[in-house]
């Protein structure tokens, strides 16, 4: 293959990096479908796609390459085994497909119908009329194998990549019935089945067409979202310029006009528009925003022209943040699904062996007639694409919910485990509280000026060293010191040379000058492990007597000769609706625990605030794992944080839930990234929401097979209970259709809510 596609010098090496392709498949009839042509791509193309992934539901693949690939070849591979691909953008080819599967379906309908009719209503005219008999012996067979025709294709084509899936349930059921038919026919034996094969074929992809109707319009997927998505966009650079929307900045002048998505958030700062955000809050009632007005990613603006101000990249929008979900969905797995996967996989083997013991069992016991009929019902009955349908139809209208509150889930499997999980772990420093960190008290436990030292000197350096940090004390430090002691950072900066800056994980700063003078800032531990022990015999353990009485501490020495320590103690303001969703989770049952680096008197003080499980405190980053690996032993556990300092820990957990406004570390570790702390509330509700549709639909797709396939086999047959082949087809399209249905009504309740 690699020989081939070299020669043809239609790869190259991707110098921009991974490319992403989006692909929309015809032909697949379920679950299965789509797993055999995922794993024929990985199989024949390994070399050049890094994964593929196939959603059902919306009818699309994506594809993530290693090396460049012409979509040709990727499309000719599709069309190989049987099934027909294109890229997205090719609409009018996709109109033409679902024209030609329309016609199928219109063919196979009426055949059949005529089919049944006679051989229902005009039997003896059947038997005894030749030309009748030919008739319906000539349409069964178009409709058998023309009309027909995608199931042996798709039958065929699973066997070869190893997979059983529904049409080869299909196919052996209605060959059985019309060759059987065939050998009555040419033998002028008086039981003909042919419209039991006609109609079952009929039934069926009627109820498929309607289905995929169904899925692609009135369901939907995450990924058709996509869809929506704005390509090109008008930006202000000197002139009105169009660019690719991936490379908008932030500040950007962006001009949107009638009939256009709104590509980042922004703020309109000419003109005004009527937008639709039902795409963001799922309320389709339209908003007039202004001059001034904020307005987000996502929105349509049904009338007017606006230009708006970017206030981010394109990097950080919901718009990408959507297709990092798209794009991360193989990666991850779950419990349930592999336990979906493991009883999809053995279903039909399992409805194969079901159906031979009833036809042995009745044949034998001399009801020959209904020895066939239990055969081809069970074999039709049974519906192993539902059973897996079950979890990706629950997962993807989670991630449609999410995505239209800005919530970017790139595990789809979030949803299962938060609301399986017993420990919600958060971090406090910008998660709990924000990062508007005020200093309450700055106060000198410990001073010894030598040679004259001034203490605005010292100040100066301090001023320096936490200039060189964004972490939120630093910067309280910073401008508390500018603006009590009106020391100017300038003036300082050029006064004061740093040699090294080293930040210490969930400890402090150190800072060395070039006149070999050294600042730390930091919490007890850091000052101990440095200068604790000469402190403290100095001082008669003012130092150690008071660290329990601020959160953080200032040490500055020169020639490792202790200089001054100053005690800082400060507030942090609490993130909205921390209460409410601390409460929310104990009342589902969650241990809500804090986790930081912050000393025993921080964390006591944020605990008289809100009623937590546990405080733990002062551990830093490389303990923090250590404590989550801990909690894990009690049971699955999310981690929520914002700083370089919690990438690993994200991690750690089971599930990691990071904020827009977090360091790029913490968001490319994390499973989830939200704009703002309230949304956490949404997060869970939405996973409860998930995890009670997965659970129902497996109870009803299992309750479903469980149920009729005993009826099919003739188990209730003394009773007077059975169903005839024609019925068990309908049945098993009703079970597709009727989840679709549950789905989509539950989460239009959840979102009218």
């Known amino acids: 293959m690699s020989e081939k596609l070299v020669s043809e010098n239609l790869v190259s090496e991707n110098s921009a990096g991974s490319t992403q392709m989006i692909f929309v498949i015809h032909g697949m009839d379920c679950i299965s479908c789509a797993k055999g042509i995922k794993n024929y791509l990985h199989r024949k193309l390994n070399e050049y796609i890094d994964f593929v992934d196939i959603d059902f539901q919306s009818g699309k693949m994506f594809v993530k390459i290693k090396k460049y690939i012409d979509p040709k070849i990727i499309i000719n591979e599709v069309k190989n085994i049987g099934y027909g691909a294109e890229l997205e953008k090719n609409v009018d080819n996709y109109s033409r497909n679902e024209k030609k599967e329309?016609?199928?379906?219109?063919?196979?309908?009426?055949?059949?119908?005529?089919?049944?009719?006679?051989?229902?209503?005009?039997?003896?005219?059947?038997?005894?009329?030749?030309?009748?008999?030919?008739?319906?012996?000539?349409?069964?067979?178009?409709?058998?194998?023309?009309?027909?025709?995608?199931?042996?294709?798709?039958?065929?084509?699973?066997?070869?990549?190893?997979?059983?899936?529904?049409?080869?349930?299909?196919?052996?059921?209605?060959?059985?019935?019309?060759?059987?038919?065939?050998?009555?026919?040419?033998?002028?034996?008086?039981?003909?089945?042919?419209?039991?094969?006609?109609?079952?074929?009929?039934?069926?992809?009627?109820?498929?067409?309607?289905?995929?109707?169904?899925?692609?319009?009135?369901?939907?997927?995450?990924?058709?979202?996509?869809?929506?998505?704005?390509?090109?966009?008008?930006?202000?650079?000197?002139?009105?310029?169009?660019?690719?929307?991936?490379?908008?900045?932030?500040?950007?002048?962006?001009?949107?006009?009638?009939?256009?998505?709104?590509?980042?958030?922004?703020?309109?700062?000419?003109?005004?528009?009527?937008?639709?955000?039902?795409?963001?809050?799922?309320?389709?009632?339209?908003?007039?925003?202004?001059?001034?007005?904020?307005?987000?990613?996502?929105?349509?603006?049904?009338?007017?022209?606006?230009?708006?101000?970017?206030?981010?990249?394109?990097?950080?929008?919901?718009?990408?943040?959507?297709?990092?979900?798209?794009?991360?969905?193989?990666?991850?797995?779950?419990?349930?699904q592999l336990f979906i996967d493991k009883i999809s996989g053995n279903f039909v083997v399992i409805v194969i062996i079901l159906a031979l013991l009833s036809f042995i069992y009745w044949y034998f016991i001399g009801n020959k007639s209904f020895a066939l009929n239990a055969l081809i019902s069970t074999l039709i009955i049974a519906c192993p694409c539902a059973i897996g349908l079950a979890s990706p139809l629950a997962i993807n209208k989670g991630m449609i919910e999410s995505a239209k509150k800005q919530i970017i889930v790139k595990d789809p499997y979030v949803f299962e485990k938060i609301s399986k999980s017993k420990n919600f772990v958060f971090d406090k420093t910008g998660t709990i509280t924000n990062k508007n960190v005020v200093v309450n008290d700055f106060k000198v436990l410990y001073s010894n000026f030598i040679n004259n030292e001034n203490f605005n000197e010292i100040l100066e350096k301090v001023l320096v060293s936490v200039s060189k940090s964004n972490h939120p004390l630093s910067v309280a430090i910073k401008d508390y010191i500018v603006n009590n002691f009106k020391i100017s950072l300038y003036k300082s900066l050029k006064k004061n040379v740093v040699s090294s800056f080293r930040e210490l994980t969930s400890l402090g700063i150190k800072v060395e000058f070039d006149d070999k003078t050294t600042v730390i800032v930091g919490n007890y531990s850091l000052i101990q492990d440095n200068i604790g022990q000469s402190l403290t015999s100095l001082q008669d353990g003012i130092f150690k007597d008071n660290s329990q009485n601020f959160d953080n501490f200032i040490a500055l020495f020169k020639n490792e000769q202790i200089i001054i320590v100053i005690g800082v103690e400060y507030f942090e303001e609490m993130n909205k609706n921390v209460e409410k969703i601390v409460e929310l989770l104990k009342s589902k049952g969650k241990n809500v625990i804090i986790l930081t680096g912050a000393n025993e008197n921080s964390a006591m003080k944020l605990a008289k605030k809100i009623k937590v499980n546990e405080i733990i405190h002062s551990v830093d980053a490389v303990n923090k794992v250590k404590v989550i690996e801990d909690i894990k032993k009690k049971g699955l556990t999310v981690f929520v944080g914002d700083g370089i300092n919690d990438s690993l820990v994200m991690n750690a957990a089971d599930v990691g839930i990071s904020f827009e406004y977090g360091s790029d570390i913490t968001q490319n570790s994390a499973s989830v990234i939200l704009k703002d702390f309230s949304q956490i509330e949404d997060l869970v509700n939405i996973s409860y929401t998930v995890f009670r549709k997965l659970k129902f639909n497996l109870f009803w797709v299992f309750g479903y097979n469980v149920v009729l396939i005993p009826v099919a086999m003739g188990v209730f047959y003394n009773l007077g209970v059975t169903v005839n082949p024609m019925l068990a087809a309908l049945a098993m399209v009703l079970s597709d259709f009727s989840l679709l249905f549950f789905n989509l009504s539950s989460f239009k309740l959840l979102r009218s809510k």
């Open 102 to 336: 329309y016609i199928n379906v219109f063919l196979a309908i009426t055949f059949a119908s005529f089919i049944f009719v006679v051989s229902m209503f005009f039997h003896d005219l059947l038997v005894n009329n030749k030309f009748v008999k030919t008739i319906v012996f000539i349409l069964s067979t178009f409709v058998q194998f023309i009309n027909g025709y995608k199931f042996y294709r798709n039958a065929f084509y699973s066997l070869r990549n190893g997979i059983l899936n529904m049409d080869l349930l299909i196919v052996i059921s209605t060959t059985t019935a019309y060759f059987y038919s065939l050998y009555a026919y040419f033998n002028g034996l008086h039981h003909l089945y042919f419209e039991t094969s006609a109609v079952i074929i009929a039934v069926v992809l009627l109820g498929k067409f309607i289905e995929e109707k169904y899925r692609r319009s009135g369901f939907g997927s995450v990924l058709n979202l996509l869809r929506l998505k704005p390509r090109k966009v008008n930006v202000y650079r000197n002139e009105l310029v169009t660019i690719d929307v991936e490379d908008i900045k932030r500040g950007d002048v962006i001009e949107i006009h009638k009939g256009q998505s709104v590509p980042v958030d922004g703020i309109i700062i000419e003109g005004e528009g009527i937008f639709d955000l039902s795409l963001l809050f799922g309320e389709n009632q339209p908003v007039l925003l202004k001059t001034g007005n904020e307005v987000l990613a996502g929105s349509f603006l049904i009338d007017g022209l606006v230009k708006i101000k970017a206030n981010e990249d394109y990097k950080s929008s919901f718009w990408k943040g959507i297709e990092s979900s798209v794009f991360s969905l193989s990666t991850k797995t779950s419990n349930y």
